[in-house]
């Protein structure tokens, strides 16, 4: 699991503290059966997650905490795991997008080593769902908006 944590600079910062105390909880929950990646701008970010097992920390800026969206979206291919960043415009250039666009970039290649799959086309993760069989659920507002893909159709 990986997580994008809350900073100051972020839209929690006027409730930072709250916010924080609520991941150490879900991520102290979580860590119990599987690894947690953390991500965020600044060491220190990570001291108040130092006590938690099965936790991993990666140091990169982020603009946001909504990793689901820009984060990269695995898929199997031929029988191996392949990883696919699409760009992320931050639903539509309605926010600042550009470190969280980078994040898969550096991600991949400083912690991973793995290769990542550009693929030139705007997505948030959380328009879609695949059922595991190949066939993905979406919604044609979201992806073929004009401040998206405006150069795609339903055809």
Known sequence: LMLSLPHEKSDWNPYLEEILQSYKEFVKAVSEFQKVLLIAPKQSDFENFKDIKNVEYFKCDTNDTWIRDFGAIDIVENGHLKALDFTFNAWGNKFQ???????NS??????FKEELKKVDFILEGGSIDFNGEGVMLTSSHCLLNENRNSHLNKT
């Open 106 to 111: 550096k991600l991949f290649k400083e912690k």
């Open 97 to 103: 997008s550009e470190l969280d666009n980078a994040v």
